[in-house]
């Protein structure tokens, strides 16, 4: 089964979230570099800014004290005692051209200037590390939420898959009700098909009727009026046979009449004079002769009309036939679509597949004894192979033989559950088995108890209720119900 679309859809979104968030991560991740990048650069501008000021401030204290001394040196005169060191100047100093201060000022400043915008700078590196930093820290904890949260759903291309198949699910849903619905229209247009072939063969019944009412005469066969080709067959084979008679007696006719001529001139002639003297007025002769003319066109005319009968007899067994195919394919279709045929249907299946594997049981417990099998009416049947293969009613067997029957039945159905479920069923996983057992022979009871321990040895659970000693000591775990004041159970593992 294909689970919900909702929350698949929502899953896919979260997919996606997740993808945008991780590229964003990976992007962030990139930037972030760069920043640190950026921030060690200003780190070093900053320290190469700090060492130009001290380099200033360096020496715009020498040229300040240089001015300092020189000015100072300015005030000594030779053989005068220094104000500083109170020694005798023997020799005024010889100072070089002091620097100028205003440049080591302006040097300083610009320095200063140069340091001030390198910590500005490096503060805004810093500030967008950190800004950076904190987005890659939330980034990182939607990634985190986002993957607990697609934790309970499949991965993205299962997800993918899984709507996949679903859209693909509700086309084919939407083409099996188009198709169902063409089929319908397409049953509705056999069915007006079919009427107006009806329709079409009783008006040529019609046409057959009126083209034997004419041959009435020659003793045509008698018609079926059920089967219009075997008819028109049937007519046209007799007018077939007929007609190399007819045309000989034709002919032989002709010829009695060419030489009937003159006897019949005589013959005329005697009856006019008859005729004459009974004062009767005979018609003339011609006349005589185009009726039997007539006659005989007529005759051909009914031949032509026979043999295109038989062209359309022809073309209608074919139209027929393939109405018929038609008519059987509507039908079968009409059949299969009704909910109690195609329920009819399933059930038949299922129960024709519980009978193969319950009459395999039933041939092993029985000795090679006895099969199961259904009738037309799906009533059990039982195959009895001791007596040349009889077929005859479950209900003749004895009670041992019932209940093999029965316990063949039962384990055919627990074998098989799954399968005759719809949607698939999980396998039966217990089965309990109620007496039943007391009819049986030792050789048979032996059978059943193999029986039962094999299927036990198939992870599944068995319970055996009976009073049988003997197979009641093959049961591994036993619970004994004793009777007295009050009942009592007890549990004994053997």
Known sequence: ???????????????????????????????LKELRDSEAFAVSSVE????????????????????????????????????????????????????????KQVELEVAHADRDRARTLLAQAQGARLTTEGTLATLQEEITAAGLALAQHPVADEVTRLLDAIDAADAAVKAAAAAEKQARAELQTKVRAHSTLKDKERALFRDFDSVRDGLVGLLPPSATRT????????????????????????????????????ERARIVAELEASCRECSIDLPPAEEVEHAVVVAFERALAHLAKIEDGIKVAAEMRTEIKAASIEGEVAGSLAHHLSATGFERW????????????????????????????????GDFQVIDHH????????????????????????????????????????????????????????????????????????????????????????????????????????????
């Not at 993808?19 to 990139?30: M, Q, T, Y």
């Not at 000015?71 to 051209?97: I, K, M, N, T």
């Not at 077939?240 to 002709?254: E, H």
């Not at 024709?352 to 099998?373: F, Q």
Request: include cysteine; charge should be negative.
């Open 1 to 31: 089964l294909l689970p919900d679309r909702d929350p698949l859809i929502a899953a896919r979104q979260e997919h996606i979230r997740r993808a945008e968030l991780i590229a964003r991560d990976e992007a962030k991740r990139v930037e």
């Open 48 to 103: 190469a800014a700090e060492k130009l000021v001290d380099e200033a401030t360096s020496g715009w204290n020498a040229a300040k004290e240089e001015h300092a001394a020189q000015h100072f040196a300015g005030s000594l005169v030779e053989g005068e005692p220094c104000p500083v060191c109170l020694q005798v100047v023997d020799r005024l100093p010889a100072h070089p051209v002091a620097p100028d201060l205003a440049a």
């Open 227 to 262: 089967d219009l080709s075997r008819d028109w067959t049937e007519l046209t084979e007799w007018a077939t046979q007929q007609a190399p008679a007819l045309a000989a007696q034709a002919s032989d006719a002709r010829r009695r009449a060419e030489g009937a001529k003159g």
């Open 346 to 377: 399933i059930v038949n299946e299922a129960l024709g597949r519980l009978v193969e594997g319950a009459s395999a049981i039933l041939l092993e417990l029985s000795g090679d004894g006895y099969s199961l099998a259904l009738n037309e009416a």
């Open 387 to 494: 007596n040349a293969n009889e077929t005859r009613s479950a209900k003749t067997l004895s009670g041992g033989e019932t209940f093999l029957a029965s316990l063949s039945l039962a384990l055919a159905l627990a074998e098989h559950l799954s399968e005759l479920a719809a949607g698939g069923a999980a396998r039966l996983e217990a089965i309990f088995l109620d007496e039943g057992f007391g009819t049986l022979d030792s050789d048979t009871l032996d059978t059943v108890a193999a029986t039962v321990e094999n299927l036990a040895s198939k992870d599944r659970m068995v319970g055996v209720v009976t009073h049988v000693r003997e197979l009641a000591d093959r049961v591994p775990v036993q619970y004994q119900v004793s009777k007295g004041l009050t009942s009592t159970v007890n549990r004994v593992a053997l």
